[in-house]
């Protein structure tokens, strides 16, 4: 049997509508249309937009909405995945308490669901990438931020209130670059943002001292620094951005060696940044794992990059859809 299912990618700088089809256990991207986030002009013309999309790749496809078994959505947090509501996600502004899955079904009369981004990339590479297979399984976002997706026993862990993965948040060192709102936090030194910061402060400082840093020519030059450009210099052999690159690294392992202690996974699947970087940083989280956790559950679990690389938010919106086929009577 084949279902046709829709999935919704909202992110604060783009938004995909994919068109997928499920045959035999096994999923295939049809479709799919991409266009920018564009939050300055409110959520009313950005759903407005989004509804336009489903509507063309629906009528490029042949297909009316009775025909699409499930949507999903993936999307930012915070959320409530029970409810199906947006609740004022960071990167969106003015999506407040946004009843984002009874405008979908209303309007379409498709059922719908709605996850986290972290976890709806987790049920993606447990269904479609690199878990497959796999019963309890960490998946890190480590892209613009740091989130985490926990599929537990064979089943998605979202914790009482839809907050669990929140790993981001946890506080590594007193003092270090900002991320989620706090300084030496695990987004702070494992994410894009992050691992920007951190090059500013130490760029700046071999500027304060007279030296050059290639990457930055000039103090006008250090707004433009980027993960990025970071790793692109690190892989030319520069040391600083090497430097960078391990601490990001020894920060990463001191945050996974206390996972690895309190969930015992079998799998840790790296998103993003670690899947185009991994030889930056590699080295200095795998020391640090060797000298946090207890032997027993290192020897258990295995860390790799994401499997669905760059269509990984296109398997993550359908794998949402996928669930709550699943979950249908």
């Given at each position: ?25 096994s999923?295939?991207i049809v ?10 002009k ?21 297909l ?5 078994a499930?949507?999903g ?18 990167n ?5 308490s ?10 379409y ?6 996850q ?6 987790a ?9 497959k297979g796999y ?11 740091m ?5 537990l ?11 669990a993965?929140e790993?981001?948040?946890?506080r ?12 030496g ?8 943002g992050?691992?920007?910061?951190l ?10 001292n ?18 990025r ?10 040391e600083l ?8 690294g ?29 030889p ?11 000298q ?15 499997g ?22």
């Amino acid at each position: 049997m084949s279902h046709s299912i829709l999935g919704l990618d909202i992110g604060g700088t783009k938004c995909s509508v994919v068109l997928g089809k499920i045959e035999n256990g096994s999923l295939r991207i049809v479709a799919k249309k991409s266009f920018p986030t564009e939050v300055s002009k409110g959520f009313t013309y950005y759903m407005h937009t989004i509804q336009q999309h489903i509507d063309a790749i629906l009528h490029e496809s042949d297909l009316i909405p009775k025909e699409i078994a499930a949507c999903g959505i993936s999307c930012g947090g915070p959320l409530d995945s029970r409810k199906g509501i947006i609740m004022s996600p960071p990167n969106l502004p003015g999506w407040d308490s946004i009843p984002i899955v009874e405008i979908i079904e209303k309007q379409y009369g498709i059922k719908t669901g709605v996850q986290n981004d972290a976890n709806a990339c987790a049920l993606a590479e447990w269904k479609y990438g690199a878990g497959k297979g796999y019963s309890n399984i960490i998946f890190l976002t480590f892209g613009t931020g740091m989130g985490a997706g926990l599929i537990l026993n064979g089943k998605l862990y979202v914790g009482a209130n839809d907050m669990a993965g929140e790993v981001g948040h946890i506080r590594l060192e007193r003092f270090g670059p900002v991320g989620y709102g706090k300084a030496g936090s695990f987004e702070g030194f494992c994410s894009g943002g992050g691992i920007a910061r951190l090059a500013c402060t130490k760029v700046y400082e071999k500027m304060q001292n007279g030296e050059k840093v290639s990457f930055c020519p000039t103090p006008e030059n250090l707004p433009e620094i980027s993960a990025r450009t970071v790793a692109d210099a690190a892989f030319e052999g520069d040391e600083l951005a090497r430097e960078i690159y391990r601490i990001s690294g020894h920060y990463l392992g001191k945050a996974l060696a206390v996972l690895i202690d309190v969930l015992n996974p079998e799998l840790i699947i790296l998103g993003s940044i670690y899947r185009r970087a991994q030889p930056l940083i590699e080295p200095s989280m795998n020391e640090v794992i060797r000298q946090e956790t207890v032997s027993h559950a290192r020897e258990a679990c295995r860390i790799v990059p994401a499997g669905l690389g760059e269509s990984i938010g296109d398997y993550a919106a359908l794998s949402v859809a996928s669930c709550r086929l699943e979950c249908m009577p």
